[in-house]
């Protein structure tokens, strides 16, 4: 079992920045994916970014590519989503989220974090 739990979502401006934190527990995450999600209001879940724990490999969803970065701490047993530049259309719940390297799905949810950009 995987535990995570977000933090830092809140409301800022357009332009503005937000630093959201996952926090994970209950295993060894070196043979996991860690990634991000939203969702926003009568739509889907869209997926944000992922990284691998072991190698740091990186990977965007298109509408958050060079505005957002994702990032893990494994001393702390963390993952970071910087988001800069943000736009109201990146108002949503955002979740963290973990699966096996090999695995095909998402296994594992946070209970999500509100971000909200006003215009």
């Known amino acids: 079992q995987v535990q995570l739990v977000e933090s830092g979502g809140g409301l800022v401006q357009a332009g503005g920045s937000l630093r959201l934190s996952c926090a994970a527990s209950g295993r060894t995450l070196s043979s996991y994916v860690m990634g991000w999600f939203r969702q926003a209001p009568g739509k889907e879940r869209e997926f944000v970014a992922r990284i691998t724990w072991s190698a740091g490999v990186t990977y965007y969803g298109d509408s958050v590519k060079g505005r957002f970065t994702i990032s893990r701490d494994s001393a702390k047993n963390t993952v970071a989503l910087q988001m800069n530049s943000l736009k109201p259309e990146d108002t949503a719940v955002y979740f963290c989220?973990?699966?096996?390297?090999?695995?095909?799905?998402?296994?594992?949810w946070g209970q999500g974090t509100q971000v909200t950009v006003s215009s």
């Open positions: 989220a973990a699966k096996p390297v090999f695995g095909s799905r998402y296994d594992y």
